[in-house]
């Protein structure tokens, strides 16, 4: 096991020990990762949603080979601890889930999630027993990894149509008992749902920022109790959001006013190797 990557996972793990929350950005790409890296988030984090927009896709249309070479792609751009958004962790059964762990682990990553998500919409939240299973195997082959891999468990229930808070509670604290490291809940609707479950949990929450009337002031998050905020798709949809508008600008009016507002090229090398 190469140190780096031990010591990469030392510093992941502690970021989660306070004294308060930290902002986990999410990358999409190198370029963008040594740009965050230059700016000095303490973490990285990869998205599934970016992941697929750089292919030209839509979320979820990623195979697992793509989403583990996107994810070393952001590990060796930075210095950084990188963490990696696995979706249901491309399988069903536990023991394929467990796998992606293995892989992830054997990509440079320190850290990975698994979602209880099925992808099936007539049925789009995997059973309890099921969903349980699935992060305890995850756990017990992030358990594997010598350096540490930090196992994020999250309930898609506010996503996926099932908005219950104590459904997504027990959720919650069964992937806890089952050896998660940190619990996440995508979606929250106010910061009364996110205290209720943080108090309900012991180990550390991940609150998605990224929804627009349900992304929260960090210092109003930490106060609730969460312990990582991570950015979703939400930097690369502003990075696209600049795209969109400058080319709008350009085929409306033909003007270049969007120059103004752009970091200059020897600006943007400043945060490239050579």
Not at 109 to 138: C, M, Q, T, Y
Not at 213 to 225: D, P, Q, T
Request: charged share 25%.
């Amino acid at each position: 096991m190469p140190t780096a990557q031990a010591e990469k996972a030392l510093r992941f793990r502690k970021l989660h020990e306070g004294p308060g929350a930290f902002l986990i950005a999410n990358a999409w790409d190198a370029g963008s990762a040594r740009i965050l890296a230059g700016l000095g988030f303490p973490a990285l984090a990869t998205s599934s949603g970016a992941c697929a927009g750089t292919l030209g896709r839509r979320d979820g249309a990623v195979t697992r080979d793509e989403a583990l070479a996107h994810a070393r792609a952001i590990v060796m751009a930075t210095d950084l601890p990188v963490s990696a958004d696995l979706e249901k962790c491309f399988a069903d059964a536990p023991e394929a889930a467990a796998e992606t762990i293995r892989l992830a682990g054997d990509a440079g990553l320190v850290g990975g999630s698994i979602e209880d998500a099925s992808g099936n919409k007539d049925h789009p939240i995997f059973d309890f027993e099921l969903a349980v299973e699935r992060v305890a195997a995850a756990a017990e082959q992030a358990r594997k990894h010598a350096f540490g891999f930090t196992l994020t468990a999250r309930t898609e229930n506010y996503l996926r149509g099932n908005p219950n808070l104590d459904d997504t509670i027990r959720r919650l604290q069964a992937f806890e008992k089952a050896g998660a490291d940190v619990l996440m809940a995508p979606g929250l609707p106010d910061l009364a749902a996110v205290r209720s479950v943080c108090a309900a949990l012991k180990k550390p929450v991940n609150f998605m920022a990224g929804i627009k009337g349900k992304s929260f002031a960090v210092r109003e998050l930490e106060a609730a109790g969460v312990r990582r905020v991570s950015l979703a798709t939400s930097l690369y949809r502003a990075a696209m959001s600049g795209l969109v508008d400058a080319a709008r600008e350009l085929q409306g009016q033909g003007s270049f006013g969007y120059l103004e507002r752009a970091l200059t090229t020897p600006e943007l090398n400043g945060y490239m190797q050579s």
